[in-house]
C-alpha cells in the first residue's frame, strides 16, 4: 500500500487539533465551578442573619451611635446609611468597610473590636440599609468578605479623581503641617545655623521638617516647598463629591466656600514670594495673609457659635454657614 505523506500529516494535524479542543472543553467545564464560586456578590445577597444583625445593634448602640447616630443618620461622624454612605462605600467590597471598623473605630477606642464583633456591626449596617438577610452569618474571613461588594454602584469618578479623604483629613495632612512650616518661620530663622543637639537626642537641631527628613533639604527650600503645597492643595477643597468628617458634603458651589479657597491659593503664592526672598522678616509678614484665609474659613465653617470648645455636637454643625 502507497501512503500519502501529505494526506498522513494532514490527518495528524486534524486529529491534533481536535484533541486540544477536546481537552479545552474538558478543562473549561473542570474548572467553570471555581470560577462560579469566585465571582463577586453583593449585599443583596442576603449575606448576613437577623441574628447576627441584632447582635450588631446592640454593640452599635454601646460603641458606635454617639458618633454616628441613633439611627445611623450622622451625627459628629459620617452617616452610615442613605446615599452619603452608599457614595464612599458602595462600590467597595465589604472588606474595606469591614477593616474600616475593625481597625479604626471607635475613634477614641480604636483596634479593640474582635472580628466577630466587626462582622455583626457590619450586619447591622446592612439590616439598616435595607439589605435582605439570609440564612448564613455574614462571615468574618477576609477572603470571603473581599468577594462582596456591597451594592455593586459604579463609581461617579474615575479613580484618578474621585476624592480619597474628607475634608479634615485633607486639611490636617496637607494643609496644616504646611502652614505650620511657614508659621514657624515667625520664631525660628531657615537661614540661622542649626543648634546643637541635646545630649542624647537623635536630632542635629535647627529648623527641621521631621527628624527622618532633616538635612534632605536646606530649611529655606523647606519653607518655599510649603508654601506651593499650600497654592496647589487649595484647590483640593474645591474637588466634586468630597465630604466633610461629619459625611455631609463640602460646599463646594457656595460662592463664601470659592472664595476662602482662592484666598488661601494666594496666601500660598504671596508666602512663596517671600520666602523666594529669604528673608525671616518677609515670610514673618506673610503669615498674617495665611492666618486671615484660615480664620474667615474657620469661622464660618468650622468655629460654630454657641458650643463650647470641644462640644461634639459642634462637629456634627460643621460644613454648614
Request: positive net charge; glycine residues 8%.
Amino acid at each position: 500500500m502507497t501512503y500519502n505523506r501529505k494526506s498522513i500529516m494532514t490527518s495528524v494535524t486534524s486529529v491534533s487539533r481536535a484533541l486540544r479542543l477536546f481537552l479545552g472543553a474538558i478543562l473549561i467545564q473542570a474548572l467553570a465551578p471555581v470560577s462560579n464560586a469566585q465571582q463577586f456578590r453583593t449585599a443583596n445577597d442576603h449575606v448576613y442573619t437577623d441574628a447576627q444583625a441584632a447582635r450588631g445593634r446592640a454593640l452599635y448602640q454601646q460603641k458606635c451611635a454617639a458618633c454616628h447616630g441613633e439611627m445611623l443618620e450622622g451625627k459628629n461622624a459620617p452617616p452610615l446609611v442613605g446615599g452619603a454612605f452608599l457614595a464612599v462605600w458602595g462600590a467597595q467590597a465589604l472588606s474595606e468597610l469591614a477593616g474600616k471598623i475593625r481597625n479604626t473605630m471607635p475613634a477614641d477606642n480604636p483596634g479593640k473590636l474582635t472580628a466577630s464583633e466587626t462582622a455583626d456591626l457590619v450586619a447591622f449596617v446592612l439590616q439598616a440599609g435595607k439589605f435582605p438577610s439570609g440564612r448564613n452569618e455574614l462571615g468574618t474571613d477576609d477572603t470571603g468578605l473581599k468577594a462582596i461588594v456591597l451594592a455593586g454602584a459604579k463609581p461617579a469618578q474615575s479613580q484618578a479623581t474621585a476624592p480619597a479623604g474628607n475634608l479634615n483629613q485633607v486639611m490636617r495632612g496637607i494643609l496644616f503641617p504646611n502652614s505650620n512650616i511657614i508659621f514657624n518661620v515667625q520664631t525660628n530663622d531657615p537661614g540661622a545655623p542649626p543648634k546643637p543637639a541635646a545630649a542624647g537626642s537623635n536630632s542635629n537641631g535647627g529648623f527641621s521638617w521631621t527628624t527622618w527628613g532633616n538635612g534632605i533639604y536646606s530649611p529655606w527650600q523647606m519653607v518655599d516647598y510649603a508654601a506651593i503645597a499650600i497654592t496647589e492643595s487649595a484647590p483640593l477643597l474645591l474637588t466634586p463629591g468630597r465630604r466633610c468628617e461629619n459625611g455631609k458634603p463640602v460646599p463646594v458651589d457656595r460662592p463664601d466656600w470659592i472664595k476662602f479657597t482662592e484666598d488661601m491659593a494666594e496666601a500660598g503664592r504671596v508666602a512663596y514670594r517671600a520666602s523666594q526672598t529669604r528673608s525671616q522678616e518677609a515670610v514673618s509678614d506673610a503669615t498674617n495673609q495665611l492666618s486671615d484665609a484660615c480664620f474667615q474659613c474657620h469661622r464660618v465653617y468650622r468655629d460654630k457659635r454657641g458650643f463650647r470648645q470641644g462640644d461634639p455636637a459642634a462637629a456634627a454643625a460643621r460644613c454648614t454657614p
